[in-house]
Structures are given as structure tokens and as C-alpha cells.
């Protein structure tokens, strides 16, 4: 693979461009746009969601829980602070179930399936011994 052909590279990628000239080499701050960096997280989304479709299972809970996600911030952040925290990544991780199942071409839903298996267990299913 040519680390100069493709989508992620500097000239395709802002995210990976931040990335390598302010994170790796300590070169430059760029001004990033969160829309780019949305553009290159909606292609890994959808990649993600090709790639499992094609395998044999899909992986339960993709993302930790929002309690998880922010455990340890209490010290720095108020309750009301991580309280729209927890809201805003809600949100935010609904658009990347949208991803899953979005086209890159136009952006319409071309699906269902998605990484994530949900399990659903109801009493009923289970026989009384």
C-alpha cells in the first residue's frame, strides 16, 4: 500500500493532517473544521459496518456506557457539566449509527445492519424448570 495514494493521507485527511503536524511532529498548528474530522469518522463507520456484514458475527457493545466513558471527570467537571456531556455523545453516537448505514456515495440509508449486535432476552423464552 502507497502511504501517498488513498483517503488518509495529508492532503485527503484534515484529521490525519492535525494529527501529523501538531500531535507527531510538533510542526505547526492547523486550524481543523470538527466537519472534517465527522467526514473521515463517517468513512470508518461505514467501512466498519461493510466489514462486519461480511463476517460471521457482529460485536456487542461497540461503546462503553456514557458513566464509563466519563468516569474520573467528577473531580473537574461539574454534575451539570458531564450531565450534557453524556447528552451531546448520545447525539454524537447516534450520528455514527447513521453512518453505519449510510451510503458515502449520497448519504441515504442503504440498510440495517450495522457492527453492533443487540441481544434481547425476554422472560418469556425462557421455560420454567
Do not use: C
Amino acid at each position: 500500500m502507497n502511504k501517498s495514494v488513498g483517503h488518509f493521507n495529508n492532503k485527503n485527511s484534515k484529521a490525519l493532517f492535525f494529527r501529523n503536524k501538531t500531535v507527531a511532529h510538533n510542526e505547526l498548528s492547523p486550524k481543523i473544521d470538527w466537519n472534517d474530522v465527522d467526514k473521515d469518522i463517517h468513512l470508518l463507520s461505514r467501512i466498519w459496518s461493510v466489514l462486519s456484514m461480511w463476517s460471521s458475527h457482529g460485536n456487542i457493545g461497540l461503546f462503553y456506557d456514557s458513566k464509563a466513558a466519563f468516569l474520573g471527570f467528577e473531580n473537574i467537571l461539574s454534575q451539570q457539566d458531564i450531565v450534557e456531556l453524556i447528552q451531546k455523545r448520545k447525539l454524537y453516537l447516534g450520528f455514527v449509527e447513521d453512518w453505519f448505514v449510510s451510503s458515502l456515495l449520497d448519504g441515504r440509508r442503504v440498510g440495517d445492519r450495522t457492527p453492533e449486535v443487540k441481544l434481547h432476552i425476554h422472560t418469556s423464552d425462557i421455560e420454567n424448570t
